[in-house]
Nanobody
Framework: QVQLVESGGGLVQAGGSLRLSCVAS????????MGWYRQAPGKQRELVAG???????NYADSVKGRFTVSRDNAKNTMYLQMNSLNPGDTAVYYC??????????WGQGTQVTVSS
């Protein structure tokens, strides 16, 4: 079955960088969209960055200019390059894929902690 495996989270100082990776395995119906979400304690889950069904990128206003989402279709991998991190970026980050048949897949989440 489908599995999304994330890596790259950790502890970093403000101003630093991290790159998250999400590797998909299993049989996934044609992909509609995909992206990275995050959730901090006491806050709603929010879309950070992703690809629309048309293939264009979409970013939350809070991360524009700092984060870059990319993918390598041959490796079934999606990335999130995070630069100029600040404590407000501290959250659990989740990989998500939405298939065209309506199914939705999530990774296990990876913790990103940014110290001030």
């Amino acid at each position: 079955q489908v599995q999304l495996v994330e890596s790259g989270g950790g502890l970093v100082q403000a101003g630093g960088s991290l790159r998250l990776s999400c590797v998909a395995s299993g049989s996934i119906f044609r992909i509609n969209d995909m992206g990275w979400y995050r959730q901090a304690p006491g806050k709603q889950r929010e879309l950070v960055a992703g690809f629309t069904s048309a293939g264009s990128t979409n970013y939350a206003d809070s991360v524009k200019g700092r984060f870059t989402v990319s993918r390598d279709n041959a490796k079934n991998t999606m990335y999130l390059q995070m630069n100029s991190l600040n404590p407000g970026d501290t959250a659990v980050y989740y990989c998500n894929i939405g298939a065209k048949d309506g199914r939705d897949y999530w990774g296990q989440g990876t913790q990103v902690t940014v110290s001030s």
